[in-house]
């Protein structure tokens, strides 16, 4: 199950910069998610996807926009990254074989300064 | 607009079953229970699920009252290991998949 990759793992930048954080599985799901974390809150949807040329947003607002352009990837992107980002990112897909069911990537941990 | 309640912290001695405790009395009649964890800094981890009949697994059973208005996880012999926030989530089987997680219960097993 362990197929959906998440880079990089870590990332500390600086405000203003433009930061992309990459999500990719290989077992052809239509449907992806992203989450975001603060740390020691709760968790968030954020974004998700149903196939190619598919998103939507999720329950939180956020600044952050994504793409799905091929199946294999859903990258979200900060346009200008602000310390309001710092956050934990974790993508997400079904579980195969139980569309109902969501494993998550191993997430982004993002710190803005 | 929480459709769970959760004690937001609870210990267990290792070894002994860990029973964590959710109300969700306004579930409705095409919503499933399930539980996810999530232990520090990972992904949340899906645990178990269940509609209305108890449930066991390698993991975990999950007990279902009647009315279905409340429900209990139970890890058997709780392990180190097992230190995590457990989320109730109650939603449609059917639906596209969106999870909403509320702040869970910080579960500590204790040596």
């Known amino acids: 199950e362990a197929d959906i990759y998440q880079t990089p793992r870590y990332l500390v930048i600086g405000t203003g910069k433009k930061i992309t954080l990459e999500c990719s599985q290989t077992?052809?799901?239509?449907?992806m998610y992203w989450y975001q974390q603060d740390p020691g809150m709760e968790l968030h949807l954020i974004h998700y996807?149903?196939?190619?040329?598919?998103?939507e947003k999720g329950d939180l607002s956020s600044e952050s926009t994504v793409s799905r352009i091929r199946t294999e990837h859903f990258p979200l992107t900060l346009e200008s990254a602000r310390p309001s980002h710092t956050s934990q990112y974790l993508c997400?897909?079904?579980?195969?074989?139980?569309?109902?069911?969501?494993?998550f990537g191993p997430g982004t941990r993002l710190t803005v300064t | 607009d929480a459709k769970t309640t959760q004690p937001p912290s609870m210990d267990c001695a290792e070894g002994r079953a860990a029973n964590l405790p959710c109300n969700h009395s306004?579930?409705?009649?095409?919503?499933?229970v399930y539980w996810y964890r999530q232990i520090h800094s990972q992904g949340p981890q899906y645990i178990i699920h269940?509609?209305?009949n108890n449930e066991t697994n390698e993991m975990a059973s999950l007990i279902i009252t009647e009315d279905r208005k409340s429900s209990t996880l139970i890890l058997p012999h709780a392990t180190l290991r097992d230190t995590a926030v457990y989320y109730c989530?109650?939603?449609?089987?059917?639906?596209?998949?969106?999870?909403?997680f509320g702040t869970g219960t910080s579960l500590t097993v204790i040596p």
């Open positions: 989530i109650v939603r449609p089987g059917y639906t596209g998949n969106q999870f909403y």
């Open positions: 306004t579930i409705s009649g095409n919503e499933y």
């Open positions: 997400a897909r079904p579980l195969a074989g139980k569309a109902y069911e969501q494993y």
């Open positions: 269940g509609l209305k």
């Open positions: 996807s149903y196939g190619v040329n598919s998103t």
């Open positions: 077992m052809g799901h239509d449907k």
